[in-house]
């Protein structure tokens, strides 16, 4: 059975720094690209970044670009989302996802919340 | 990167069918065969329900079906069940591996 867990979301203070992990099981995780998408409270989707399997290539959404890294682990099995100088816009539930094909997702975890406040 | 555009909400009564649009432009939904729809049902996380525009992934009850037409895609539902109210995403593959989601849509089943 295919699982995503994320974890390491909180509360941070504006300009302040976090690191999200997503451990997957179940398959092979070296095998796909990862995908982070956020979800602010009440809003809508908004895909964060994506990661080729072997780490190779990372695409950002421009909001984060150069705030935020991706990164993963294949002997962990784990995706890991840095986020650095973060915003009050940068609250929201954050998802890991399994990439099907061409970003599309067919396997998502339950999330973790991430607050930024003062 | 603008978000797609989808109503914000669509009802319908059970057994009924309801369709929901998805408009983006030539550089993501009419630009690729890749759009994907996703259902949300409060506090869970998002279910594949239609990737490649039209094609369901297993599991997924042939209810749902999608199309493309242009810079549109749309999301029906036939045979319309309560258990169906949800929010629903559109997603397009938007070039340079970038994606962008619409903005969702409430069902709400009468």
């Known amino acids: 059975e295919v699982q995503l867990v994320e974890s390491g979301g909180g509360l941070v203070q504006p300009g302040g720094s976090l690191r999200l992990s997503c451990a997957a099981s179940g398959f092979s995780f070296s095998g796909h690209w990862m995908i982070w998408v956020r979800q602010a409270p009440g809003k809508g989707l908004e895909w964060v970044a994506n990661i080729k399997e072997d780490g190779s290539q990372k695409y950002y959404v421009d909001s984060v670009k150069g705030r935020f890294t991706i990164s993963r682990d294949n002997a962990k099995n784990s995706l890991y989302l840095e986020m650095s100088s973060l915003r009050a816009e940068d609250t929201a539930l954050y998802y890991c996802?399994?990439?099907?094909?061409?970003?599309?997702?067919?396997?998502w975890g339950q999330g973790t919340p991430v607050t930024v406040s003062s | 990167q603008s978000a797609l555009t989808q109503p914000r909400s669509v009802s319908g009564s059970p057994g009924q069918s309801v369709t929901i649009s998805c408009i983006g432009t030539?550089?993501?939904?009419?630009?690729?065969?890749?759009v994907s729809w996703y259902q949300q049902h409060p506090g869970k996380a998002p279910k594949f329900m239609i990737y490649?525009?039209?094609k369901r992934p297993s599991g997924v009850p042939d209810r749902f079906s999608g199309s493309k037409s242009g810079n549109t895609a749309s999301l029906t539902i036939s045979g319309l069940q309560a258990e169906d109210e949800a929010d629903y995403y559109c997603c397009s593959y938007a070039g340079s591996l970038s994606v962008v989601f619409g903005g969702g849509t409430k069902l709400t089943v009468l």
């Open positions: 996802a399994r990439d099907y094909s061409w970003l599309q997702a067919d396997y």
């Open positions: 490649d525009v039209s």
């Open positions: 030539s550089s993501d939904v009419g630009g690729y065969n890749y």
